[in-house]
């Protein structure tokens, strides 16, 4: 994610470093080099004088300018309520830290203080960190423990979590056993383990929610069209505008392509919050400020920094 002041003054058309152009750059010179062409030859292709009119561009380019909006608006929801899961996932991962150390009692003959992954408290605590990264990885393709420390989990849980298909998952019905054990050895009482129990279904729903994102791409046929319309309406668009407005017609052209190229762009970038692009979510740091939260809450001293940004783009 792109984290910067926004820029003002020149400053504002020289910034390039966040900027949606590195996307379209080709498209847009190709764009750019037409227009030139069709101004030189005043709209004359093989000996053939092309007129247009500027009557179908404008027909055109207010429902194309409109549906590439409502398109954006669509997946900007999706950035929107993937940022809100992974709030969420964040805040729970904090309240299952306090429910954890708050309610379940220390076992038969231990210390009030936890102290290694023999502690149910901090295996669940643990596993949250791990859940987290689990989620990362499993949204962005990558290996099952990518990221993950290996002091987090027992080394039987660690290779049950690279064999499984879906991580999150086993990792929570990990958390599930270890709150039953508690149960049942009296640790905590069965009304506050319901508690425990209905964070964990929320952690595990916002995993669900982000796999439906995921996977519930806006329909391809929408986006091609309105792909194929933005290129067509901008390398037609010199033509019926060179009779008009003469050797400008290539700045006018360079514009408006530069605006629905870019509105296309940004809408396919936004539709898949959860990669590696740079207006992608920063789902690294995410995991690093719940890390953080529940090492703090298991009193270690030594603690990551927060992951701040690099050359303006924060992952």
Known sequence: MIVRERPSGL??????????????????????????????S???????????????????????????GFRNTAAYDRFWEGRKLWGDLVVRSQNLARQCLGLIAEAPGGTAAPAGLDDVRVRMISRA????????????????????????LRPAELAALQRSTNAPAALMMGMGEDLGLCVRQGRV????????????????????????????????????????????????LPFG?????????????????????????????????????????????????????MKEALGETELPPPLAPVDYCLH
């Open 241 to 293: 505008l060179v009779d008009t407005i003469g050797f400008v017609t290539p700045v006018v052209v360079a514009i408006v392509a530069y605006t629905f190229f870019g509105l296309d762009a940004l809408g396919d970038e936004l539709e898949e919050p959860f990669g590696t692009s740079p207006n992608d979510l920063p789902l690294d740091a995410l995991c690093r400020t719940i890390e953080i939260g």
């Open 189 to 236: 009482d069965p009304c506050l383990a319901a508690g425990i129990d209905d964070t964990l279904s929320h952690m595990v729903a916002t995993a669900v929610a982000c796999d439906r994102i995921r996977n519930t791409p806006i329909p391809f046929s929408y986006t091609l069209l309105l792909h194929r319309t933005a290129y067509l309406y901008c390398f037609l």
């Open 11 to 40: 400053k504002l058309f020289l910034v390039l470093r966040g900027s949606i152009l590195s996307r379209i750059w080709r498209a847009l010179l190709v764009n750019l080099v037409v227009a030139v062409g069709v101004t030189l």
């Open 129 to 152: 960190m791990a859940y987290a990264y689990a989620l990362r990885n499993r949204l962005r393709g990558s290996s099952a423990d990518t990221g993950l420390e290996r002091s987090w």
């Open 42 to 68: 005043h709209g004359a292709f093989f000996q053939h004088k092309i007129t247009l009119t500027a009557i179908p561009f404008t027909l055109i380019g207010l429902p194309l300018a409109i549906f590439l």
